[in-house]
């Protein structure tokens, strides 16, 4: 088993910038891709972006962008998501997720999830 734990959201305004941490904890050698999803209220969970967690591979959503940027750091199991020029859309719970297979952009691929950060961005 893996445990994921996320922090880092909060209330920010319009343009501003937070990173998301998710420290990973248990059975880590077995993880081989971790991801970043969002859900706002009342919508599906959306993925942001990805990363092979050996090679540091990535692969983002179209929404992350030019805004985003995932990285991990192997020596403290964790994980990050720096997010720049925030917008009001921006607002929702973050998940990070594990997967004992490989990075991908589908919910369905993740094995393991952290119980979320709020991000709530206000105009």
């Known amino acids: 088993q893996v445990q994921l734990v996320e922090s880092g959201g909060g209330l920010v305004q319009a343009g501003d910038s937070l990173r998301l941490s998710c420290v990973a904890s248990g059975r880590t050698s077995s993880v081989r891709g971790m991801g970043w999803f969002r859900q706002a209220p009342g919508k599906e969970r959306e993925f942001l972006s990805t990363?092979?967690?050996?090679?540091?591979?990535?692969y983002d959503a179209d929404s992350a962008k030019g805004r985003f940027t995932i990285s991990r750091d192997h020596a403290k199991n964790t994980l990050y998501l720096q997010m720049n020029s925030l917008r009001p859309e921006d607002t929702g719970v973050y998940y990070c997720?594990?997967?004992?297979?490989?990075?991908?952009?589908?919910?369905?691929?993740?094995?393991?999830w952290g119980q979320g950060t709020q991000v709530t961005v206000s105009s």
């Open positions: 997720a594990a997967s004992e297979r490989d990075f991908s952009g589908w919910k369905d691929d993740y094995d393991y």
């Open positions: 990363i092979r967690w050996i090679s540091g591979t990535t």
